[in-house]
């Protein structure tokens, strides 16, 4: 079998000039970073129907969403569309970790694939200065005097590598401003969260200025304003505020710009890339991070949301290999297990209810096919899936591309054909506790969430009529990473919130609930 840097290499990629003339886009409103990576810096004049991928709970086993979406995309250019892709941007930590890149694979890639996986036109790199000039500023401040009488530092400094000896360290050893301190991973960084949020350079200035880091002496939280620090911030990441234009080994545009993990963050690239994509083409293909629980319920209660669009249609991605996993079969999963498929067919059939009957969309389910997968395997998947009112479709974008995924694209193309408006897991006027208490019963099935007192006194100092956005396990529905398929009758604690101008978090193991950036 060969390599995706084999078979990235047999593809001769046209320069991105040509690639972004063919949707439109002007001279003037590009910024080339060599033949093959650009920053567009102009919007068109299309409205361009939304189609979000998600898919179920990820496994040992893999699922391919990434690789389905680039499929598709390739796919509805097959077929004849106006098409653009809208992607992440993929984060060191990963890249040289578990998971790997976040290009694709196969057939199905976006290029240049071992630029855009490392350091690409340097967003995460601005966003990591941004975030780690401001650490400096606290540090500076409280060492010349603290006049703002800063007691507790609730921001802490990032890098984008997994350094897990950074976690937890003591800075400042023998001054002022000594203290406990910790580096996150850049990809989970507010600023992160809140350029991906911004629809402009000013609206990305005053969320920097609303960023909470610490609280004073009288219990007042002080934000980035205060210290005057959002400009400097701001003019560091003037650049890593356009959005990034790549191109598939099959030749259609991609917008890959942002990237915040969905198991703390939104999970979703910047709205500034899909705005920008939705004006160039009639169909945008986007995705998600990790099962719908996560990546899509905060992409439509928060992105969709607070920028006013919706998914014409969502595509569920699932493999067999995965359903067997999530049904509890750990080896041979090539080989047939009928009852462990059934049983992780609970995982699945709950996304699609939430996607259906939550937010009322249109939904398809992508089978992405592997070599090893039997047909008679396949046929109880399919009329498992037939029976949830959906349609389910077979994909094999790994082996063969675009090619691989025109049955999916039809189905996509007839779905979307409606005008659709999503609906939400809860209203902005619930209070915090009941948005949270709906998305843990709507979404994830729980019986309801315990409130601690330390967490019901942290809730009282948070503003109303804001989304939440929920960090928890990636691997199960619940918040226990080893309750697999469709776990019932539990119930989450909310044990422990901190809130910052950008987020409110509840924290209990491995289950957070964070404010994001509104208007």
Known sequence: MKTDIEIASEVKLKPITEIAASIGIEPDCLETYGKYKAKVTGQGNKKGKLILVTAINPTPAGEGKTTVSIGLA????RSGKS?????R???LGPVFGIKGGATGGGYSQVAPMEDINLHFTGDLHAIMAANNL???IIDNHIYWGNNLKIKEVTWHRCQDVNDRALRF???GVGFACERDERFDITAASEVMAILCLSKDIDDLKRRLGNIVVGIDEDGKRITAHDLNAENAMTILLKDAINPNLVQTLGGVPAFIHGGPFANIAHGCNSIR????AMSYADYVVTEAGFGADLGAEKFIDIKCR???ISPATVVVVATLRALKCAGGKIDNLSERDDQCLKKGMDNLKKHIKNITEVFKLP????INRFESDGEEELAILKNEIKACGVRAVCTECFAKGGEGALELAEAVVDMATNETSAEYAYSLDESIEQKITSVAKKIYGADGVIFTDKAKEDIAHCPPGLPVCIAKTQFSLSDNPKLIGRPKSCTRRAQDFWWRSQAISCLCPDFRVRRVPSA
């Open 169 to 171: 360290i003591r800075s």
């Open 74 to 77: 390739d796919g509805l250019k």
């Open 134 to 136: 401001l650490s400096a």
């Open 363 to 366: 939904c398809v389910v992508a």
């Open 273 to 276: 890339a899909t705005l920008t």
């Open 89 to 91: 941007e993929p984060s």
């Open 306 to 308: 607070l920028f006013g």
């Open 83 to 87: 098409v653009c892709l809208a992607l």
